[in-house]
């Protein structure tokens, strides 16, 4: 896949990399099962810090789009489809909105309940 | 091409072909030279350093020298003749065909001068001459130098990225090669009975030596099955994801063209890893993949399922590197 980064942004570079991780597993270009590349392979290659792209390995692991495996890198997760990717994209959006308002993450998560199914 | 450079191209084609008769007539004038004195019967047969344990008339010895160089040439007259054959495969042919050859020549000489040196064939120790194989290995390459080069066709990607100031980009895919999956294990299971038959038949002294040279080969089949393909600010690289060996790079800065193309294994001397003199390939089959033409005139072709981005990509940062013509 083709990974993009500008360091010029306003956004974290870490962030620009998980954002297109997603967009590619969502588009079909990544493959549930496939490899990423390296960290230290794909920092070498975008001339960013490894540390930015494990932070963002990182973010797409506690999002359950990718497993990292010991020893072995990182994997896009069998069950990464691209509704899964959508809703953790919806839900990272209302954190962000409702923190913005001042919201806790305790009201965030009874403003979810409450939207549920009675 | 010019009417002029058409006649030099075929003056170097009948060259190299007879080029490739030279061994089978050197065989057939050194019969003719030496006819009256040759012993009846030929060492022809060697089991490690020391002397001869088999021998042939030598009427015999040469109907199998004259074959061996004689269809040798044949064959790669007919294909380096053939209307339509690229000049890739003429020149692979004629190498191969030249080494047939020049063996077949060597083998003649060596052992009926050494046989009328010595007068009785089980007594000729081959020694330091077995060395001349190599010198016959290399006649080869007179055919392949004499057919003419082949003219490279490249074609540059015309699609480019459109990066911002300040971006950076990099494409990276790991390929699995299952052609090397299936055939290591098809030699896998081809050894097993080899040495089932070798136990089962008391020979266990080829056993531990087919194990050893079936293992390495297995490696390097392993280590081709699955690698990574990184294209970035330097250049193109392809390594083995399981040993992390570089099997092939190709620096930005030497990279001339870039083009995404449809590969045949029929045009880069067939599937697997492929070198050949000025070209270098890993086809997995027939499709699309991307050919880097060097400024060296080199080109190194790799099938890959999209090969559109990472040549653009390729191409983006090649003409980034480069002096802008006012």
Redesign the interface.
């Known amino acids: 896949?083709?990974?993009?980064?500008?360091?010029?942004s306003s956004v974290s570079l870490a962030h620009q990399i998980s954002t297109q991780v997603r967009a590619s597993v969502t588009s079909g270009d990544l493959a549930p099962g496939?490899?990423l590349?390296p960290a230290r392979?794909?920092a070498?290659?975008?001339?960013v810090n490894m540390h930015t792209v494990l932070r963002a390995y990182a973010e797409l692991r506690d999002e359950g789009v990718i497993e990292m495996r010991q020893g072995r890198g990182a994997f896009v997760r069998q069950d990464a489809s691209p509704g899964l990717i959508r809703v953790t994209e919806l839900a990272a959006q209302l954190v962000h909105e409702a923190q913005k308002l001042g919201m806790t993450q305790l009201e965030i998560a009874q403003l979810i309940t409450k939207a549920g199914p009675a | 091409m010019t009417n002029a450079t058409s006649v030099h191209q075929s003056g170097r084609i009948a060259a190299a072909v007879v080029s490739l008769f030279a061994p089978a007539a050197v065989v057939l004038i050194s019969f003719f030279l030496w006819r009256d004195t040759l012993p009846p019967a030929i060492a022809s047969h060697w089991s490690g350093f020391g002397a001869a344990d088999d021998a042939m008339p030598p009427g015999v010895f040469l109907a199998v020298s004259l074959g061996m160089t004689g269809i040798a040439a044949i064959a790669g007259a007919i294909v380096a003749l053939w209307p339509g054959v690229n000049a890739s495969t003429r020149r692979a042919v004629l190498l191969v065909a030249g080494i047939i050859a020049g063996m077949g020549a060597q083998t003649w000489l060596t052992s009926t001068l050494l046989t009328m040196q010595a007068g009785d064939p089980y007594d000729v120790v081959l020694g330091w001459w077995s060395l001349l194989s190599v010198i016959a290995l290399a006649y080869g390459l007179v055919p392949f130098y004499l057919s003419p080069k082949p003219i490279l066709v490249a074609r540059d990607v015309p699609s480019r990225l459109d990066f911002a100031p300040g971006e950076n980009g990099a494409w990276s895919r790991t390929v699995t090669a299952y052609l090397f999956v299936w055939i290591a294990v098809a030699l896998v299971a081809l050894e097993g009975i080899l040495i089932g038959v070798s136990l089962a038949n008391g020979d266990t002294s080829t056993v531990l030596f087919a194990l050893v040279v079936m293992a390495i080969v297995i490696v390097i089949l392993v280590s081709f099955s699955r690698f990574r393909v990184t294209a970035d600010w330097r250049g193109l690289r392809v390594v083995s994801s399981l040993f992390r060996v570089p099997i092939k790079r190709i620096r930005l800065e030497d990279i001339e063209m870039v083009e995404a193309g449809e590969l045949r294994p029929t045009e880069w001397g067939g599937w697997g890893y492929r070198l050949m003199p000025g070209r270098s390939a890993l086809i997995l089959r027939k499709g699309p993949g991307l050919i880097v033409t060097t400024r060296n005139q080199k080109q190194f072709a790799l099938t890959l399922d999209d090969p559109g981005v990472p040549a653009a990509l390729l191409a983006t940062l090649r003409d980034d590197t480069r002096p802008k013509v006012a």
Do not use: G, K, N
């Open positions: 896949m083709l990974f993009r980064v500008d360091a010029s496939e490899r590349p392979d794909l070498q290659a975008l001339r």
